[in-house]
């Protein structure tokens, strides 16, 4: 089993920028991948970044490509996303999650086992 703990969320303005971290204890040799995903009011569940554990390889969503960076300290047991130029419609909560079955590397939420509480993450002037 797998704990995930997220943080560093906050209110920036547009164009801002942020650094999430999620730190992961328990069984984390067990994953396969971990990544963000991020949900605002009213919307369904997104993925926005996710990574391999083996080798490190990233994938990005479309709508944060070239603009956010996912990143992670091993030693440490904690992943980073890299928040740049931020609009007001990446305000969500933004979640950490990890897959414990090999597979594809792809953003599809039902395939992610281990999630954690979420932090707040606010665009606006």
């Known amino acids: 089993q797998v704990q995930l703990v997220e943080s560093g969320g906050g209110l920036v303005q547009p164009g801002g920028s942020l650094r999430l971290s999620c730190a992961a204890s328990g069984f984390t040799s067990d994953y396969y991948s971990i990544g963000w995903f991020r949900q605002a009011p009213g919307k369904e569940r997104e993925g926005v970044s996710c990574m391999k554990k083996s080798d490190g390889r990233p994938y990005y969503a479309d709508f944060v490509k070239g603009r956010f960076t996912i990143s992670r300290d091993n030693a440490k047991n904690t992943v980073y996303l890299q928040m740049n130029s931020l609009k007001p419609e990446d305000t969500a909560v933004y979640y950490c999650?990890?897959?414990?079955?090999?597979?594809?590397?792809?953003?599809?939420?039902?395939?992610?086992?281990?999630w954690g509480q979420g932090t707040q993450v606010t665009v606006s002037s």
């Open positions: 999650a990890a897959r414990s079955v090999p597979g594809l590397l792809r953003l599809w939420v039902h395939e992610y086992d281990y």
